[in-house]
């Protein structure tokens, strides 16, 4: 995870940094570190904003290790002025694909440990990407999570519904600090032809308001997601957090073409 500091908002990949935002703590999995050999993506484009039309993408297929998942990532061309790259909020599965269970089982995992960890490794992907581009007490996220099959990759979204059934009002505790936090899931728009989830976390910790909204949508072996956060402040609108996964389906079919 990442840290408040000074500067203004760090934060991890969707909910995994909204803690640490407040309080600080270490970021979970392998440090990002720039691709060297990993497959080009497209190049940027005018993102299309919620709504406008998005041409359907086929759904996510192949295998690519982090490392090329990070290549999927958007860069800075994507993101509205005043939000840069924090390289502490990244986090890649590495060079090489995953085989071991879950960690975290959605079924069990209690809230605080979600909200901790989303974003990060240990949900039995193969691979997984992520990173936050950040502004004043705002940041976006985007994730790629790769699992072994389309079935897991849609089984791992409707555990993150099931989950949030069950966390409507929980404490939630970093680094010797606790708040009360909630989250709500229902059902977003299709995004690039795709079914997608819409989960909403609010909460207050040390004296700071905390708003994320997340998108999730599961593609193929993929689940995409974008998330806008708030820390003291609402979550942005500057970027949709639909053109967010938009663009990173289109940018893995290109990486997964090339690979």
Do not use: W
């Amino acid at each position: 995870m990442s840290s408040f500091a000074g500067r203004g908002l760090v934060v991890s990949a969707v909910a995994a940094g909204v803690l640490a935002a407040v309080t600080g703590c270490a970021t979970k999995g392998v440090q990002y570190k720039t691709p060297s050999s990993a497959p080009a993506a497209a190049a940027p484009s005018a993102a299309p904003s919620a709504a406008q039309p998005m041409t359907p993408v086929p759904q996510a297929s192949g295998q690519l290790t982090g490392t090329q998942l990070q290549s999927v990532l958007l860069p800075q061309s994507y993101f509205p002025a005043g939000f840069t790259l924090s390289p502490e909020s990244a986090v890649t599965s590495g060079g090489s694909l995953l085989s071991s269970p879950a960690a975290y089982q959605l079924a069990t995992i209690s809230c605080a440990t979600f909200i901790n960890h989303l974003g990060s490794t240990g949900f039995g992907e193969t691979a997984m990407a992520s990173n936050s581009f950040v502004g004043q007490a705002q940041a976006f996220d985007q994730v790629v999570y790769q699992f072994g099959s389309s079935s897991e990759a849609t089984a791992f979204v409707a555990g993150v519904r099931a989950l949030a059934a069950r966390c409507g009002s929980f404490t939630a505790t970093a680094n010797g600090a606790s708040g009360t936090f909630s989250l709500k899931a229902s059902p977003g728009a299709l995004v690039g032809g795709h079914p997608s989830l819409e989960l909403s976390q609010t909460g207050t910790l040390k004296g700071s308001s905390v708003a994320l909204d997340t998108l999730l949508t599961a593609s193929g072996v993929d689940v995409f997601a974008g998330a806008a956060v708030g820390v003291g402040t609402t979550a942005p609108i500057s970027m949709a957090k639909e053109t967010i996964v938009y663009n990173l389906m289109k940018r893995q079919a290109a990486a997964a073409v090339l690979s």
